[in-house]
């Protein structure tokens, strides 16, 4: 697997490890979560169809994101690995009880971008992201519903100018797990489109395996991917 695979999920793991300040509103029910849950690594293969099912494909393409929460199921941190080696990690911080930034750190541990957090209000919450030499990057809004993210729009931004829009949607299922994601740009035109399949769940209902699609019509997986759930 190409480290871009880990990168293009980023932002969307992002918006949706949000707290807000009430506490039954905590990142493991945004996230669809059961239980209280210490750490995920969510382990990414090459799908192939062996046997009538879908399982592990070439090893060498194998790459990993850890997710980590506090006992009381506030967002930690992301850390993205590709063939074993880290090559970014997220770090929020927080004041009040209140996430109000996450900094993000290529391999050698330098800043790449921080992400200012302003949550308007339990649906909308805004960002701003600003490279290493303080320019902003983008400026983002993400949308919830019923606790759930469902989608957001991002505009971009090079040398202090505006280079594109675009809008992202969410269809979940009644567990709050994500089976598809959408964006367009600014003109309604469709830049990627991401379909997901859960085939297996653990004993707290959590999923622990699934498949990913790049289009609607595609009947080969992107990728296979296995969690290893610990909890507290």
Same mark, same amino acid.
């Not at 060498?60 to 990690?89: A, C, P, Q, W």
């Given at each position: ?5 880990s990168?293009? &999920?980023?932002? %969307?793991?992002? %918006? ?15 996230? $669809? ?7 995920? !690594?969510?382990? /990414?293969?090459?799908?192939? !169809?062996? *046997? $009538?099912?879908?399982? /592990? ?5 194998? +790459? ?6 506090t006992?009381? +199921?506030?967002? &930690? ?19 009040? +009880? ?6 993000? /750190? =290529?391999? =050698? $541990? ?10 308007? #209000? ?8 600003? =490279?290493?030499? $303080?320019?902003?990057? &983008?400026? #983002? ?15 971009? *931004? ?14 979940n ?8 994601? %959408?964006?367009? =740009? ?5 830049? #990627? ?5 859960y ?11 699934s498949?990913? *699609? &790049? ?7 992107? !990728? ?9």
């Amino acid at each position: 697997m190409k480290s871009k695979i880990s990168i293009q &999920s980023s932002f %969307l793991l992002l %918006l949706t490890f949000i707290t807000i300040s009430c506490s039954k509103n905590n990142d493991w029910v945004r996230n $669809g979560l059961h239980g209280k849950i210490k750490s995920i !690594n969510e382990k /990414y293969y090459a799908a192939e !169809n062996k *046997f $009538g099912a879908w399982t /592990y494909g070439d090893s060498s393409s194998y +790459g990993l994101i850890h997710s980590s929460f506090t006992n009381k +199921g506030v967002y &930690s941190g992301n850390e993205y690995y590709d063939k074993g080696r880290l090559f970014t990690k997220y770090i929020p911080k927080y004041k009040d +009880g209140k996430l109000i930034e996450v900094c993000q /750190y =290529d391999q =050698d $541990g330098k800043l790449i971008v921080k992400t200012k957090m302003n949550q308007i #209000s339990a649906e909308v919450l805004e960002t701003i992201s600003f =490279d290493q030499n $303080g320019r902003i990057k &983008s400026k #983002s809004k993400a949308c919830y519903k019923n606790n759930i993210f469902i989608g957001g729009e991002d505009a971009f *931004f090079e040398n202090g100018k505006l280079t594109g829009k675009r809008i992202g949607k969410t269809v979940n299922d009644s567990n709050g797990n994500i089976q598809s994601y %959408l964006v367009v =740009d600014e003109k309604g035109k469709e830049v #990627s489109y991401k379909r997901f399949e859960y085939l297996e769940f653990d004993k707290m209902k959590n999923w622990i395996k699934s498949v990913t *699609f &790049s289009s609607r019509d595609s009947k080969k997986p992107d !990728n296979l991917i296995i969690r290893e759930i610990e909890y507290y």
